[in-house]
């Protein structure tokens, strides 16, 4: 521990110099600046997932051999990955979501924490166990939990320091996201869109717990935090106020009350305009004839101010979404990207609905919507006016209304990309996206809201790209200014892998078989290192340095369980959403848990 | 299992393993080792780690190596094992009727080595 205390002894000098800003804020921005440190989920705060650090390169990578490995003993998805902070390692697990704090020294657990939780919040969990992991500041580990509970941890000894409830799993409110901590508040939201929940960021004290602000997706201007005079949208061309009761307005009656628009993705904050930027889910139901109108702001980009949630500015991508094309993926913040000549700070964000969004960060002006996936069918352009996109009627489930199966549909549901984030290089000013190259027939139904149930409405099909490679995956490198794909590497099984890039001129990310691949970052065809893990990828990868050496991270387990001896498990149709439950055979079985596999030069 | 354990099994499994692959020689379409010590690690875990299926996993596996390349046993056992993979994701497993053929065949194959190597289903 000796070294956190003297990285915090460290800021704190640094600062005394500085009254007035937000300790917390500093230090970890600190932290981040330190490339031996992977101090936040996305390495900073601009959620870039790109490293500095180049002992591991381009031309040796070929070598990496694994140096250690940590099972969590926990079965199920992993998703997110390790902090390390100086010479500790802290990694959570899906449900029960237990925490491990690892001495890197010796990579013997220092302190273990593991929550008591109500298992009955597991089937109110729409897609897995999922937990995106940790957060840390001011000498506290932040966990976010399944049943809702945030919880501060002393990062020395695990000890539980605060615990809050941010939501009700009764009424169907879970949590998976990663909690984010931007200047003195964590910051967090909530999942369930598939449970009719009313989705909402909420700010907490990082010293107390204490709430500071909640700032709701849909409902009245004041619950929203949302001022009809000065948040802005994009109008006709150019930035303009929302306006009184904009979310009131495209709902019929209260349904607003249940309409979705959860939060669990990856936030970002620029502490120069002192805002963080998140997206809103899909509308709830999955059955758009059921809830006419625009549904705002559900399928959203956010812009709010830190300190009191306001919102500074708002996009909708999906307006009425009928696809279920949720809007929670990362925000990527990214200076000087070249837009039609002129050097912008923008807002870069690879959306469900499978366009790549470049805005104007500070004042949300929209500028480039391009497919980056070139057989998204759904939608022709977005149209730079008015920022709609253009939906084309054969693939409108609203259209072709309840009850009839719309067909090869392009994304499917899970979208061009999920939240597996992407990542952005700033030495080619090229991002990094891991993609589903899958399409779907959707077939939406009626249902009545019943609070803690399931709020589909709608049943679907999925398969491969038609008219491509066969695969369902491509790892594509591309061009937020142009809105291009600059090169595209395909994949026989989607890419549910965060991906990873570094000054030594590589991009690595994971694969459903299992395999960490590290490719040449400014030639992505080129595959460069690959090794397999001993199950799926859907963790995110990351890099650390310590006593003067590079390691790559990540965790595999995806969860689903070998086909050893489970010929019958093959007939049972599909679980379905909501089915999480259907792991119940599981404990019949035994099987590693999610194991974090580190990686170094010999 | 102790991790002690875990490695000395490992090591040992590690050179029976090899042995089996030179005795092989050119018919084990070039499985890495570890995919084989990984698969018969599972496999006995699965069989309460008893000794003898050290034998049975790795005749399983040796069978499985028989029929298909490395790369198109490492497309379909992934298949395979993400059928029940639940909620909306598990889709992309077991909605596309190649994936889902990819799977029922290995399932069929591996099923069959199961039978003839005397691991139980």
């Not at chain 1, 449900?95 to 273990?112: H, M, R, Y």
């Not at chain 2, 046993?73 to 395979?80: G, H, L, P, R």
Request: with cysteine.
């Amino acid at each position: 521990m000796a070294s956190i205390r003297t990285y915090k002894w460290g800021v704190l000098l640094g600062l005394a110099a500085l009254p007035g800003l937000a300790l917390a804020n500093q230090e970890v921005i600190k932290l981040t600046q330190d490339s031996k440190n992977w101090a936040m989920q996305a390495g900073n705060m601009q959620n870039q997932r790109y490293s500095a650090l180049k002992q591991i390169n381009k031309e040796n990578v070929k070598n990496l051999r694994v140096a250690w490995t940590f099972s969590t003993g926990v079965l199920r998805g992993h998703e997110g990955g390790p902090l390390v902070i100086g010479d500790m390692l802290y990694v959570h697990s899906p449900f029960p979501n237990k925490v491990f704090a690892i001495s890197l020294a010796d990579q013997q657990i220092k302190w273990k924490y593991e929550p008591r939780q109500d298992p009955t919040v597991i089937p109110v969990m729409c897609c897995d166990t999922v937990n995106r992991g940790l957060a840390y500041a001011d000498g506290k580990i932040f966990l976010q939990q399944a049943d809702t509970n945030l919880v501060a941890l002393d990062a020395k000894t695990g000890k539980e320091l605060w615990k809050v409830k941010n939501g009700d799993p009764k009424a169907g409110g879970t949590n998976t996201n990663a909690p984010h901590v931007f200047k003195d508040k964590v910051i967090t939201g909530i999942s369930g869109g598939e449970f009719g929940v009313r989705g909402f960021v909420a700010a907490y004290d990082i010293k107390t717990g204490k709430q500071v602000w909640k700032a709701f997706s849909t409902g009245p201007d004041a619950e929203m935090l949302m001022d009809p005079d000065k948040t802005m949208t994009w109008t006709d061309g150019k930035m303009a106020p929302v306006g009184r009761d904009s979310s009131l307005k495209t709902w019929q009656g209260d349904q607003w009350k249940i309409g979705g628009g959860t939060t669990w993705g990856w936030y970002s904050y620029d502490p120069k305009l002192n805002l963080m930027y998140y997206g809103s889910g899909n509308p709830s139901t999955w059955n758009p004839v059921q809830r006419p109108g625009d549904n705002k702001w559900s399928m959203t980009i956010w812009a709010r101010d830190v300190d009191t949630g306001q919102a500074k500015w708002v996009y909708q991508m999906t307006p009425h979404d009928e696809w279920d094309f949720d809007g929670v993926n990362e925000m990527i913040l990214a200076d000087g990207v070249n837009v039609k000549g002129k050097p912008r700070n923008v807002l870069v964000h690879f959306d469900r609905n499978g366009f790549g969004y470049t805005l104007d960060r500070a004042t949300g002006q929209l500028l480039v919507a391009e497919k980056y996936d070139p057989k998204v069918n759904w939608a022709t352009h977005v149209d730079m006016k008015t920022g709609r996109p253009q939906v084309v009627a054969k693939y409108s489930t609203q259209a072709q209304g309840a009850d009839v199966n719309t067909k090869q549909i392009c994304p499917a549901a899970l979208g061009t990309k999920d939240q597996q984030p992407a990542a952005y290089n700033p030495a080619n000013k090229m991002f990094y996206v891991p993609t589903n190259h899958v399409c779907m027939d959707y077939e939406p139904f009626k249902v009545e809201y019943t609070a803690g149930q399931p709020y589909v409405g709608a049943t679907l099909s999925m398969f491969p790209a038609p008219g491509s490679h066969g695969g369902m995956g491509n790892f594509i490198m591309w061009d937020a200014g142009t809105g291009k794909i600059v090169k595209s590497k395909a994949e026989k099984f989607s890419v549910w892998s965060g991906a990873l890039v570094t000054a030594g001129g590589i991009a690595c990310y994971g694969t459903l078989e299992g395999y960490v691949k590290c490719v040449d970052a400014n030639n992505i065809s080129k595959e460069l290192y690959k090794f397999k893990t001993p199950s799926g990828i859907i963790g995110n990868l990351n890099t650390w340095q310590y006593k003067g050496k590079q390691y790559i991270g990540v965790l595999s387990g995806i969860g689903g369980w070998a086909g050893i001896g489970l010929a019958a498990g093959l007939e049972k149709d599909t679980d379905g959403l909501g089915a999480v439950g259907g792991y119940k055979e599981l404990k019949n079985y035994t099987e590693l848990g999610g194991v974090l596999t580190v990686f170094a030069l010999p | 299992m102790s991790s002690s354990h875990r490695i000395a099994l490992g090591a040992a499994l590690a050179m029976a393993l090899t042995g089996i692959a030179l005795a092989q020689g050119g018919g084990t379409k070039a499985y890495p080792t570890v995919d084989r010590v990984e698969f018969v690690l599972e496999c006995m875990q699965k069989n309460g780690g008893k000794q003898e299926f050290l034998y049975k996993c790795a005749c399983l596996i040796d069978e499985i190596a028989q029929t298909y390349t490395y790369d198109d046993f490492v497309e379909a056992s992934t298949a395979a094992r993400y059928q029940s993979l639940a909620g909306e994701r598990g889709g992309v497993f077991r909605d596309p009727p190649q994936v889902r053929e990819t799977a029922k065949r290995y399932l069929q194959i591996q099923g069959e080595a199961m039978k003839h190597c005397g691991v139980p289903r």
